[in-house]
């Protein structure tokens, strides 16, 4: 898809490389990580850890042989609210990169973007020059503090803030200018423009063609295969809808969020609580379901089953 499609940049998450690690064109990465986590040895936990962290890295790697661009690579959702643990994740991979020739300004880390997770960001991209992707965005208050802690990108959810509205809601279909994930990401496009944030809005997650398009104009959209053949497809001018003279003339106001404020804020938001939560959990989820297979591939085979 990525050598149909020419994108500028790439993104992984753990539900992706879980569903690439089981399909047969992909078997000789997974070997290798195993080989790497069963080299460097310690205990079962550790190889298993590390041959995790080398298959993210392996992806990352043959997925920047196709682009120009940057790829972003997601630390484990479980350290969601460990900051500490975030940034001490997101070195070791910079540091497997490096390792395989690598450097740091192709790479973005992928954080959650709870409290922890956005200090993080901040930590990582201040001491040590590495670049993140605030992931899982769903409130407004993520953004504010996104763009205080001065992160690379964000990559707010446009779809799932829509599944959300549809199921909890008594409307089941929406115009995409009216679309809630649409309407979310225009406000932080619009409020990052305005206040002159250099954080990159990368609108993410989308269900169908006309929330891409009602985006159009926002500097960064992340699409999937499925989404792009569609537009292939159509020949359509399209007009920007989100352009900086139009932020600018906004009347949002500038907001400063310490922790007690962004918990209040996000709190206040039942959508974003509901789905930051449910996503962490399902990125863990996945995260589980690969080191288990890692675990079959590493140690089935010596225990005789």
């Known amino acids: 898809a990525i050598d149909e499609y020419k994108p500028l940049d790439a993104t992984t998450n753990p539900s992706l490389i879980l569903a ?22 310690g205990s079962e936990e550790e190889q298993i850890k590390n041959a995790c962290d080398k298959l993210f890295v392996l992806f990352g790697a043959e997925i920047l042989k196709r682009i120009p661009g940057r790829v972003s690579t997601e630390v484990d959702a479980r350290l969601s609210f460990d900051k500490e643990g975030m940034i001490q994740r997101a070195r070791r991979l910079i540091d497997l990169y490096k390792e395989a020739g690598i450097s740091k300004e192709r790479i973005l880390i992928k954080l959650s973007s709870t409290w922890e997770g956005i200090q993080a960001g901040k930590v990582l991209e201040a001491e040590y020059g590495i670049h993140c992707n605030m992931t899982l965005l769903f409130s407004f208050a993520q953004a504010v503090a996104c763009a ?30 009216e679309d809630p994930g649409v309407k979310s990401v225009t406000k932080i496009y619009n409020y990052y423009k305005k206040f002159g944030y250099k954080t990159i809005v990368m609108g993410a997650s989308f269900r169908n063609t006309g929330e891409i398009k009602a985006l159009t104009g926002c500097d960064y959209l992340t699409i999937s295969p499925k989404l792009l053949a569609e537009l ?12 900086v003279k139009e932020a600018q003339a906004s009347e949002l106001e500038k907001i400063h969020l310490d922790e007690k404020a962004f918990r209040w804020h996000h709190n206040e938001d039942q959508m974003a609580v509901e789905k930051l939560s449910d996503g962490i959990r399902k990125f863990a989820a996945d995260a589980i379901k690969l080191e288990r297979m890692l675990k079959e591939r590493m140690f089935s085979a010596e225990n005789g089953k």
């Open 20 to 41: 690439a690690a089981q399909m047969p064109a992909y078997q000789n990465l997974v070997d290798d990580a195993v080989a790497y986590g069963k080299k460097l040895g």
């Open 148 to 177: 205080e802690a001065g992160v690379t990108l964000i990559s707010p959810f446009v779809g799932r803030i829509l599944d959300w509205y549809v199921a909890n809601g008594e409307k089941k279909s929406f115009e995409p200018s």
């Open 232 to 243: 292939s497809k159509e020949y359509v001018k399209l007009t920007p809808t989100l352009s």
